[in-house]
């Protein structure tokens, strides 16, 4: 396992920067909403019947800050930065249950099936470090860069 922690922090640390990076490219959520919309994310999946493109990016920015958190993951022990990588899987999926416009419904199921992959991915090359397919961490970080990148366009 001892192999496989390195390409683990590797990833991780790749992943928070990419998210953070992203995040600092959209425009900030209102300081006061991102408590409100945290917990509208909890209390409701179901968009709004009608909500609009506005409304959705909202939420989709609001999320996008809260990643932000991810940069401070300590990577130096992969099973907890997984961990915190599986509730920012959650986080994405939930956002992207969220918004109804089918421009960013389309960019947000496509970066929360990203992040899962992604997660998977991870979550597989830790479990069996000597079965790791270390060539496809490329691919996966490619997918969620383009996925969460064309949230930020479709949002910006």
Do not use: W
């Not at 992969?78 to 990588?85: D, R, S, T, V």
């Not at 956002?95 to 109804?100: E, F, I, R």
């Not at 000597?130 to 383009?146: P, Q």
């Amino acid at each position: 396992m001892t192999a496989s922690r390195p390409l683990a922090a590797a990833s991780f640390t790749l992943l928070a920067l990419l998210l953070t990076g992203c995040a600092a490219g959209a425009p900030a959520a209102d300081a006061g909403s991102k408590g409100d919309a945290k917990s509208e994310s909890a209390e409701s999946a179901a968009p709004e019947a009608g909500q609009s493109k506005e409304a959705d990016c909202a939420i989709v920015k609001t999320t996008l800050t809260e990643l932000e958190g991810l940069s401070s993951v300590d990577t130096s022990d992969p099973a907890a930065a997984l961990e915190a990588f599986k509730g920012a899987e959650q986080t994405v999926k939930e956002t992207a249950a969220q918004v109804s416009d089918a421009d960013v419904k389309a960019a947000a199921d496509s970066a929360a099936a990203a992040m899962t992959a992604y997660v998977a991915y991870v979550d597989g090359m830790l479990a069996d470090p000597a079965n790791a397919d270390v060539s496809a961490m490329g691919d996966h970080l490619t997918a969620l860069t383009e996925g969460i990148t064309e949230l930020t366009v479709v949002c910006a």
